[in-house]
């Protein structure tokens, strides 16, 4: 191989401007690549292959790309420029594709540039030896320790490569392997980006799928279908943990297999990949089940189904609560990528979505029918359950406010209705007191959870408390409580959803409440109205029975008097004849005052306001109280007035006392004590006899039903059916309370007089 001879200065300075204008332009084409040119830098490359001819005359220079990640060259991307004289023909078709052990390859690996006449055992491509080249430099294309190609420079001269000649060529070798790794990089980007755009379509989609299903079921096969279509799984199934938060229970499958799974329930604290998910709260990518430790727990869909690879995804609502889990399965090992990873978390999020608005959905559906057709109580009760499930919690409670107290009326859990607690000094009475949600996670420290022997034997650490509040001018009518432990995984302070679904069914359940109590009234007053003319049209019956019996029972004591007036010397020598006629004229005047005074009940009572004190005591006084018996008196004069006939009320105290004396046999104690709220007055009749059998408490206020008949003289025998029609005429009401072993009270309640409320 001959020397070439030396460049003059002037050559060269002229070669190096020349390469230096070339580089500037190779610089402009790289960094007007974008995003629509990316994955074609045929303009940049062909530059630098025509600059490259051009600072090495006599030459001709070829690029091919390399996929480092195959191990190959890309014969398609071949760019090439020829020397002035040296172009093949247009019937030659370039077939210098690299060898597998030729120059090209060599340097990949090397990653520095081969010069064949350094080289013994190489040479020049038989395609390029027979157009007559004699030398053959390589420069491999790096970037960012990448392989992206490699530059040929071939010489049709018997000559080397000069110095100033292969520093020219590292320049080009440099841009080319920017151009190519900038236009590889944007063309990753491009098909991410066109990725991205597929994935928030499918969700979309998803979304609106979603949104336009009501049933949950039908829900969850339908992400499940999605899931299938975007993965390329064979099956999947959701799992949904149930109330116990114990067991992760199959609610959706899909896929080829129709069947059902061979085990329908499994254990949060088993030994299962879906149960080892659910516990960690991690997504879980397995791409081959047969490799341990995934062989030894996993649970197949069907013994006849044989399962490679996994992908599981737990599903945790804003508050961290364990939902269930959803899982994809496919007979091909990895058959899940973590970008199918990522498009199942986001398909899961939507799934958690649904499956919290459909429940909620569904529940508010049922409680609206129930509210309309059923009693006050069955509607609390399927709250407090409806609670349980929407919030997945351990127990739930229903408390209505009553005498400064709570009272529980519902619950779903270890808490029994009828409890009672204080408002004050309680952590269910402080949202009644603050009239406002009390959410806490951590209630080890605070002693004021009621009863805490419950809350400690069901370990309660977290609790939910929202006032139930009436719609028309927001009195607190109780509240709607829910308690969860640890292990269920509720952060109620870390999320609104919880809270707004308890302050809906809350809403519920104030209205259930106020419904009750308007039908209550509506049905006293219905009571009161159908009464009122049962006693109007007595009264005329009684005034007209009145009437008849002055007419004849009035005219015996007149014919008495006259038989006493004719035959006295008679009737002083027959004693008998005259103690008859006393005990006659005796007897017609006790009818005529007990019928009197009984049919006066029937006429229509005079209202008026009063103190209620006055009337006990007139009721005392007209009772034979035996001294066996002491009557106690408690706050009967600080009650506010009320509105009510005094005849009436008195004789339904002289009833209650006289009855307390009878259960008694005339030995013990009569305790009457009031109290007052913002409408009603109480009064507690309660005495210390053996009480009232709870069977009892409705029937001994009937008209058939008496407990003693006769046993006070001057009544007729119709006992508490009085009461009860008397307090009813007065707009009050009057129950019983009582074990049957203890005693008995009755209480009264009454309207406070219009002036007493307006003061």
């Known amino acids: 191989m ?97 060898r597998s052990g030729g120059i090209g390859i060599r340097t990949i690996q090397r ?54 000649e292969q520093l020219m060529l590292d320049n080009f070798v440099n841009q080319a392997a920017m151009a190519i790794y900038h236009a590889r990089r944007l063309a990753g980007i491009r098909r991410d980006l066109a990725r991205k755009e597929e994935e928030l379509s499918r969700l979309h989609r998803a979304a609106l799928l979603i949104s336009s299903r009501l049933g949950l079921e039908e829900t969850l096969e339908s992400i499940l279908q999605l899931a299938l279509e975007m993965t390329n799984a064979r099956y999947g199934i959701f799992r949904l943990l149930d109330a116990s938060s114990e067991f992760l229970v199959t609610s959706a499958i899909s896929g080829l297999h129709p069947g059902r799974p061979m085990i329908e329930k499994l254990p949060l604290n088993g030994n299962s990949i879906m149960a080892h998910v659910a516990r960690t709260r991690e997504p879980l990518l397995i791409p081959n089940l047969q490799a341990e430790p995934w062989s030894q727990i996993y649970y197949p869909f069907d013994a006849s189904l044989k399962m490679l690879s996994e992908l599981a995804i737990p599903l945790v609502n804003a508050s961290g609560r364990l939902e269930g889990v959803l899982n994809l399965e496919s007979p091909q090992p990895g058959a899940f990528s973590d970008d199918d990873s990522h498009m199942l978390q986001s398909l899961a999020t939507y799934a958690v979505t649904a499956i919290q608005e459909v429940r909620l959905l569904d529940a508010l559906q049922e409680v609206a029918q129930l509210v309309l057709s059923q ?33 529980l009326a519902a619950s779903n859990g270890v808490q029994r209705p009828g409890n009672r607690i204080p408002l004050q000094g309680s952590l269910i009475g402080r949202a009644v007191l603050l009239k406002r949600t009390v959410a806490i996670n951590d209630l080890s420290p605070d002693p004021d959870v009621p009863p805490s022997s419950e809350a400690d034997a069901a370990g309660w650490t977290r609790a939910l408390i929202v006032p139930l509040l009436s719609g028309d001018q927001g009195e607190v009518l109780g509240v709607f409580c829910v308690f969860s ?46 009464i009122a003319e049962a006693f109007a049209a007595v009264g005329d019956v009684a005034a007209n029975l009145l009437h008849n019996m002055n007419n004849k029972v009035g005219t015996v004591p007149v014919r008495v008097q006259a038989i006493r007036d004719k035959y006295r010397q008679m009737l002083e020598a027959e004693a008998y004849l005259a103690r008859s006629l006393a005990e006659i004229e005796h007897s017609a005047m006790e009818a005529m005052q007990i019928a009197q005074q009984n049919l006066a009940h029937l006429r229509p009572i005079q209202r008026e306001n009063m103190h209620v004190a006055s009337c006990v005591m007139e009721a005392i006084e007209a009772v034979q109280v035996p001294v066996t018996v002491q009557i106690r008196i408690e706050s009967l004069e600080e009650l506010p007035m009320v509105t009510a006939g005094r005849q009436s009320l008195t004789f339904v105290f002289k009833n209650l006392i006289e009855n307390a004396i009878a259960a008694m046999r005339a030995h013990g104690s009569i305790a009457i004590y009031g109290s007052a709220g913002l409408e009603w007055v109480e009064v507690s009749i309660t005495d210390s006899g053996p009480g009232i059998a709870p069977d009892l408490h409705d029937r001994i206020f009937e008209l058939n039903f008496s407990g003693r008949p006769g046993t006070h003289p001057g009544k007729l025998g119709f006992g508490l059916w009085w009461v ?33 409320r307006k003061t």
């Open 2 to 98: 001959k020397k070439s001879s030396s460049l003059t200065s002037q050559e060269a300075d002229s070669q190096l401007l020349e390469a230096l204008a070339s580089l500037n332009q190779i610089g402009e084409a790289i960094n007007q690549i974008g995003p629509r040119d990316a994955g074609s830098n045929a303009e940049s490359l062909q530059l630098i292959v025509e600059s490259a001819i051009r600072v090495v005359p006599g030459s001709s220079a070829v690029i091919y790309t390399y996929d480092q990640a195959a191990g190959v060259f890309e014969k398609e991307s071949r760019v090439s420029a020829e020397a002035e004289g040296h172009a093949p023909s247009l019937t030659d078709r370039p077939d210098d594709s690299p």
């Open 111 to 164: 990653r520095r540039r081969t010069l064949s006449y350094e080289e013994s055992d190489l040479d020049v491509h038989p395609y390029h030896a027979a157009r007559g080249v004699k030398a053959v430099a390589c420069f491999p294309l790096v970037v960012a320790e990448q392989s992206v190609g490699v530059l040929y420079i071939y010489l049709f001269e018997e000559r080397k490569f000069t110095h100033l």
């Open 375 to 407: 009693p006050c109580q069955e509607v609390l009760d399927h709250l407090c359950a409806a609670a349980n499930d929407l919030l997945n919690v351990s127990s739930s409670a229903v408390w209505l406010l009553e005498n400064n107290g709570l009272t």
């Open 485 to 530: 432990s640890e292990e269920a995984g509720s952060h109620f302070t870390e999320s609104e959803w919880d809270e707004k679904v308890l302050t809906c069914l809350a809403h519920y359940a104030a209205l259930a409440v106020q419904n009750e109590s308007h039908q209550q009234a509506l049905r006293a007053s219905q009571e009161q109205h159908w």
């Open 724 to 756: 009860k029609n008397l307090m009813t005429r007065l707009g009050g009401s009057v129950m019983v309370e009582s074990d049957g072993r203890h005693g008995a009270t009755f209480l009264l309640r009454l309207p406070c007089a219009e002036t007493e």
